[in-house]
């Protein structure tokens, strides 16, 4: 069952909501943007996500593939989500921004993100389904 969490930036210019279970399986990756901005994230279909305000505070960053379109709102620096590398039809949202009372629990799931080709090849090559799949 979907609820619908309320979530924003620091300085409050971005404000969004997503329909995401309460209970939230989020990603602890290891790459070097996550690691180095603790960019853990829970993925969700874009038809879930509705940006409220904030779309003319919002820049993008890319590097590297230029998959990933990094958002993050120009005024406070606060990145609430982002375009996934591994799903782009989909928005990787920021559990801390989540500003509602509607999170019942995190499940926090390690990926290798600093290896993401051998590790996302890893799991086809043992059949497992690619851990980002949203179902």
Not at 29 to 53: A, D, E, G
Not at 83 to 111: A, L, Q, W
Request: charged share 25%.
């Amino acid at each position: 069952m979907l609820v619908k969490h309320l979530g924003s930036c620091h300085c409050g210019a971005v404000k969004f909501e997503v329909e995401a279970p309460a209970d939230l399986c989020v990603f602890r990756c290891n790459c070097s943007i996550c690691r180095k901005k603790q960019n853990n994230h829970f993925i969700i279909p874009k038809r879930q996500f509705f940006l409220l305000t904030g779309a003319d505070y919002l820049t993008t960053y890319t590097f590297n593939t230029n998959k990933a379109q990094h958002l993050f709102c120009r005024q406070c620096g606060v990145q609430s989500f982002y375009s996934p590398r591994s799903n782009p039809d989909c928005y990787g949202v920021m559990p801390h921004c989540i500003d509602s009372p509607t999170i019942k629990s995190i499940e926090y799931v390690d990926f290798d993100g600093e290896n993401w080709e051998k590790s996302m090849n890893k799991c086809i090559e043992r059949g497992d389904e690619n851990p980002f799949d949203i179902k």
